[in-house]
């Protein structure tokens, strides 16, 4: 699969949306959400420098380049339309920080799977070397850690050494956000996965002191794969939130 940037400018656009993928992923994580966008939205889904490529392109960019990414992309889309985010992962975090920096400019948001306390769980850390190798799982779960992963396959254990830097640099992101996430007023639809691979449920409590953030657990769900029943929950929450912004009544749905 080809990854790439997204991008939609309609003439006189009524919306705008902005797409934050997570490390190691790409835009094309938001494709069952771009049907839901209305036509005359303008979308942006930015691909961070170093993603899409190999290894070595990963460890030459770094988080403060994907952050500043983001702010551009939110600079670039119409600035007399309100903006809703839909981000994942890595993604979340530079959502929340945009939306304390820009409370007039986002009107709400759809946020995956945030992770504010990090953890590695061994089935997450063995697939992640075999997709490192370029093996291709066929289960659900495997399968969509695989299409969520951008970086071409390479087998070389030292062209990884270097993304420990990487990762340092998420961890410091994570507090960073933790110590602002109060202030964060931007009204905010929340779903975690039970099963997440890589965030810890001491995440849960943070997310759930901050009124903004309406939180929702997905039971079935982990960090990257979700089964009919939850991807059908945040589809509708996320129609719920486009026709908020437009002013009509949000739907109900189960939390």
């Given at each position: 699969m080809r990854y790439h940037s997204l991008l939609r400018t309609p003439e006189s656009?009524?919306?705008a949306v902005l797409l934050l993928h997570g490390i190691l992923g790409a835009p094309q994580?938001?494709?069952?959400l771009l049907p839901d966008i209305p036509a005359d939205y303008a979308v942006s889904g930015v691909l961070y420098q170093g993603h899409g490529g190999t290894p070595s392109d990963f460890s030459a960019a770094s988080l403060p380049l994907w952050r500043q990414q983001a702010v551009q992309a939110l600079d670039a889309l119409p600035a007399d339309v309100p903006v809703l985010i839909a981000a994942h992962s890595m993604g979340t975090l530079f959502?929340?920080?945009l939306a304390a920096d820009h409370?007039?400019?986002i009107a709400g948001m759809l946020l995956l799977n945030v992770p504010l306390v990090a953890r590695l769980t061994p089935y997450c850390a063995g697939c992640s070397v075999l997709l490192a190798c370029g093996y291709h799982p066929q289960l659900p779960r495997a399968a969509a850690m695989r299409k969520a992963y951008s970086i071409s396959p390479d087998a070389n254990p030292l062209h990884y050494l270097p993304w420990l830097n990487r990762y340092l640099e998420l961890f410091d992101e994570m507090q960073a956000v933790q110590a602002l996430l109060p202030q964060m007023q931007t009204p905010a639809e929340v779903f975690q996965a039970v099963h997440d691979e890589l965030?810890?449920?001491k995440t849960l409590p943070m997310l759930a002191e901050n009124p903004a953030l309406r939180l929702h657990i997905l039971r079935d769900s982990t960090h990257f794969y979700y089964p009919d029943a939850d991807r059908a929950r945040i589809l509708r929450a996320w129609r719920s939130i486009i026709r908020k912004s437009e002013g009509q009544p949000p739907l109900?749905?189960?939390t």
């Open positions: 656009p009524r919306g994580y938001f494709e069952f959502s929340l920080e409370p007039d400019r965030v810890s449920p109900d749905y189960k």
